[in-house]
């Protein structure tokens, strides 16, 4: 139903409410309630009883209401009801206890530590509820990458063909030497092999390389010729069929370690091979190899010093030592070249006539064939020593900046090349290994090494002298 046709409840029309009955006139067609003529309420204003102002509406509402007194002023207790509300206490919600209201001009009190804790927190949320989208995103990124890297997704990423390129390398470590028929392991040869092979499994088992750990005691086919170390060409060649999608392998002694496993080997080789490579032996040349070639019945790319200059007819990658090539840590490429490098390497006619002549024996074969066979040459380039074979101090002789491992340049590979001919082998690893664990610490570890190095320094000052005089003079304490 419409108010504006809503029944009056008093019979014959009009409502209860004063000053708002319209008398009818008698004889009027209509009922109810009339507007006044605006020409008579305009002309005569307080003498028309239909003309109703707001002050006498106010004053016949109160007393309809029951007040007997006049709403001027609005009475004692409405002047003061303002006031005197503020002073009452008030219930808080959820709470039990009262608190007093606020009173203008009055110092607020201090709240309790609880409850300035509870107004940041209603702060912070309401913050965070504005920021809850940006919150989520940046939330759900931190998700992803901790579950990238926590998950086998990261060497799936690495190890594919055309994101990573982590299965077109594999390295192949020489294992359990000392296990063969030339002499057998003893507790200090055995720790050495475990280091060893669990750096190798760590460093590829973060960018998704293959590792083929040779056990070379099994080979028992070569104990009647002597010829353990040749069997490393045998390994190679075996390797290249069970992994028909590699590329590149990596030979590696077991006397080895990886500095720094953060870097790959496309990153620190591969992806600029030219200008990590040199293919003119003349730049470091111990082993005084008249280069290039110049017989008359060769072509002009393998007279040439540098070959066809290309990166992509290179073959096979050897680094040298002070004293000539060093086989202990190699690059070798899968191609027809390298089948039948393999085949003349392994051919046992060079064995037979030079095995007494040859001390490093797969080694100096190598030489012997760069040296004699100029075909080999257009595909072999060099590395530099410490690009990924750097020696220990002590090995070659004295100190040399290109030789030898410099820990501020953070080099790649250290090869602990001769250190069972008077040098400690397993003690040159345990030092290697301490040091890249120290050199490739995370940022928490540093964070916990810098106190705990703090915490030492102080103890230091601090710690009680037992009342001797410790000065130490020409390596000797003197009380």
């Known amino acids: 139903m419409s108010l504006d046709r809503t029944p009056s409840p008093q019979p014959g029309g009009g409502w209860t409410t004063p000053g708002l009955n319209t008398p009818r006139r008698k004889g009027s067609p209509f009922k109810g309630r009339r507007s006044p003529s605006p020409a008579v309420a305009y002309a005569q204003p307080d003498r028309d009883p239909r003309n109703v102002n707001w002050a006498s509406a106010q004053a016949k509402s109160a007393e309809v209401s029951g007040y007997g007194f006049p709403s001027v002023n609005q009475g004692f207790f409405q002047r003061n009801f303002t006031s005197f509300s503020s002073q009452l206490p008030f219930h808080r919600r959820g709470g039990r206890d009262f608190a007093e209201k606020p009173r203008p001009g009055r110092r607020k009190k201090a709240g309790s530590t609880l409850e300035t804790f509870r107004n940041i927190a209603a702060v912070l949320s309401r913050a965070a509820w504005r920021l809850r989208f940006r919150l989520g995103v940046v939330l759900a990124i931190v998700m992803v990458v901790v579950l990238f890297y926590t998950t086998p997704a990261h060497r799936a990423y690495r190890r594919s063909s055309w994101l990573g390129g982590g299965n077109k390398f594999v390295i192949i470590l020489a294992a359990n030497q000392g296990g063969g028929v030339m002499e057998w392991k003893g507790p200090r040869e055995w720790a050495i092999e475990r280091d060893s092979v669990k750096n190798k499994k760590r460093y590829t088992s973060r960018w998704g390389y293959d590792l083929e750990i040779v056990d070379m005691a099994i080979k028992r086919r070569y104990a009647h010729e002597w010829r353990e170390s040749w069997e490393k060409v045998d390994t190679i060649?075996?390797?290249?069929?069970?992994?028909?999608?590699?590329?590149?392998?990596?030979?590696?002694?077991?006397?080895?370690?990886?500095?720094?496993?953060?870097?790959s080997l496309q990153s620190h080789i591969f992806k600029n091979l030219d200008k990590h490579t040199y293919r003119d032996i003349n730049e470091w040349n111990p082993l005084g190899i008249s280069h290039p070639p110049n017989a008359s019945y060769l072509d002009p790319i393998t007279t040439s010093a540098t070959g066809d200059s290309q990166t992509s007819s290179i073959n096979m990658l050897v680094p040298q030592d002070c004293s000539g090539f060093n086989l202990g840590s190699f690059f070798i490429r899968r191609s027809a070249w390298t089948d039948r490098l393999l085949d003349i390497w392994w051919d046992p006619v060079h064995y037979e006539q030079r095995h007494m002549q040859w001390e490093h024996k797969e080694q100096d074969a190598f030489e012997y064939l760069y040296e004699n066979q100029p075909w080999i040459r257009p595909h072999t380039a060099f590395l530099p020593q410490r690009r990924a074979n750097s020696f220990p101090p002590g090995a070659c002789g004295s100190d040399n900046a290109t030789i030898h491992y410099q820990r501020n340049d953070r080099d790649f590979m250290v090869n602990m090349a001769g250190c069972e001919w008077g040098r400690d082998c397993w003690g040159e690893m345990y030092n290697y290994r301490e040091m890249s664990n120290y050199l490739n610490r995370n940022p928490w570890q540093r964070i916990r090494d810098g106190f705990r190095d703090a915490g030492k320094s102080i103890g230091a000052i601090f710690r009680p002298s037992d009342g001797k005089s410790e000065a130490k003079k020409g390596g000797a304490y003197v009380e």
């Open 237 to 263: 060649r075996r390797c290249l069929k069970d992994y028909p999608n590699a590329e590149w392998f990596w030979w590696l002694d077991l006397n080895t370690f990886i500095m720094e496993p953060s870097y």
